[in-house]
């Protein structure tokens, strides 16, 4: 369960049309807020856009084709002193389809269209006015955000492969839509990107970097040229980044690892070419079972290798020679958040005194005051749920940044000196607003 002090994950989804914002009045029969105005919301139980697409399921009667996705903003940081709770606010905007009718249930005691700037002046749930800021007005065509959607609700791919490809949705959305695009908007749809999968910190560094180009020469830089020139960078830091890895492990006869991370693979491939008779230890990685996935890929490569089922993560760490994991994110907490297990392993890895590597890239470093969220997956994922009990599919854990012998980016070692510098460059521009 959650302290009071640690922020509470919740959704709040606006459904608009033409001018007008749809509230809700919440019912004397809800928990949290009764008779205060709000969106759509609901605890985080599943990825953010499909927990929104829950809600507005459940509490509005909205199908996913009748309330199109408009607006994705970036989370943000409500406190409630007199409630003693922080929550983080995961905010999203759908236009309501021709002919739809809203059908709310008991948790709504009424409910109206109102002008946005109406909402100064109800008695709302805390930071609904500012959660509204975030996505409000609506911009960008039905192409930009079915492909923010598809990158929001991915299972399958990896940090890296999302950003290239949400790259490359951001940068067809700017080209079809200039010279008309003005520079508000384009911030604007900088950060959707940056919040489509908020716990990847590839996504809300590469934005900050983009907003960063887009000021050089007094905002005249090409930003079809800045999105190439990220495409490349990505690419040559992942290949830098593997290479710099499978250094660290010269000599090691056998490696465990989890999950799917081109990093990781590259960096394996890379070891296993330089010495003869290794192994690499893969646990499965559920509840997608990436593990798996790897394990096929390098085997097909003629890598020796055993899976192992994630219950024996610590045991299978004990019999290797060194652990090599991916990277989602280092946040300014100084941790790695990259799939669950991973700090399993690397405790286990410590207790043995057997090192621990991580490989990652100078852009999963997240921007100082991002908000951390965990993300997490159908709760059916998890397993067969018995009727009655409830079932949570967490994807990604958190483990310090001193756990690890060396954190391996294309630039070589990841220094505390380097990485303040990192931060300090993202933080010279306002990829938060009002940061």
Not at 97 to 115: I, K, L, M, P, R
Not at 321 to 329: I, K, P, T
Not at 361 to 387: I, N
């Amino acid at each position: 369960m959650q302290s009071a002090l640690e922020p509470v994950p919740v959704v709040t989804a606006f459904v608009y049309s033409g001018d007008r914002i749809l509230l809700i009045k919440r019912s004397e029969r809800v928990t949290t807020y009764p008779g205060a105005w709000a969106g759509f919301s609901g605890y985080v139980e599943r990825m953010p856009l499909r927990q929104a697409r829950v809600e507005l399921a459940e509490e509005a009667g909205l199908s996913e084709d009748q309330a199109r996705l408009s607006g994705i903003g970036i989370p943000l940081l409500v406190d409630d002193e007199k409630e003693g709770r922080r929550w983080l606010v995961l905010p999203f905007l759908f236009e309501l389809a021709d002919g739809a009718e809203v059908q709310t249930d008991w948790e709504t005691a009424e409910w109206s269209w109102f002008s946005p700037g109406d909402v100064k002046s109800l008695d709302t749930v805390p930071g609904l006015e500012k959660a509204l800021d975030r996505i409000w007005p609506p911009f960008g065509d039905q192409e930009f955000w079915d492909g923010l959607a598809e990158l929001a609700t991915d299972t399958t791919s990896g940090a890296t492969e999302l950003a290239l490809r949400g790259l490359t949705v951001l940068g067809g959305y700017v080209q079809a839509s200039e010279p008309q695009l003005e520079g508000t908007t384009l911030l604007r749809a900088v950060r959707a990107f940056a919040a489509c999968r908020p716990v990847m910190g590839v996504f809300p560094d590469l934005a900050a970097r983009l907003l960063m180009g887009m000021e050089h020469e007094g905002g005249q830089y090409p930003f079809d040229e800045l999105v190439t020139e990220s495409l490349g960078a990505v690419e040559d830091a992942t290949d830098l980044s593997a290479d710099e890895a499978a250094r660290q492990l010269h000599g090691k006869r056998s490696v465990f690892t989890l999950s799917y991370s081109e990093p990781v693979r590259g960096a394996i491939i890379g070891w296993h070419g330089r010495a003869e008779q290794v192994e690499v230890v893969v646990a499965e990685s559920r509840p997608r079972k990436e593990g798996v996935a790897l394990a096929k890929d390098l085997a097909k490569r003629g890598v020796r290798v055993r899976l192992v089922t994630d219950a024996q993560i610590p045991s299978a760490v004990r019999e290797v020679d060194a652990v090599l994991v991916g990277c989602d994110a280092i946040v300014d907490t100084d941790e790695l958040v990259n799939k669950v297990g991973t700090s399993t392993a690397v405790a286990a890895a410590n207790d043995a005194g057997i090192p621990a590597y991580a490989v990652a890239q100078t852009f999963k470093v997240t921007p100082a005051g991002w908000p951390l969220f965990l993300e997490l997956q159908e709760p059916a994922d998890a397993a067969e749920v018995p009727e009655g009990a409830r079932a949570a599919s967490v994807v990604f854990d958190r483990t310090p940044l001193d756990r690890f012998e060396a954190v391996c980016t294309e630039e070589g070692p990841l220094t505390q000196a380097r990485l303040t510098q990192i931060r300090t460059e993202l933080g010279l521009v306002e990829l938060t607003p009002g940061a």
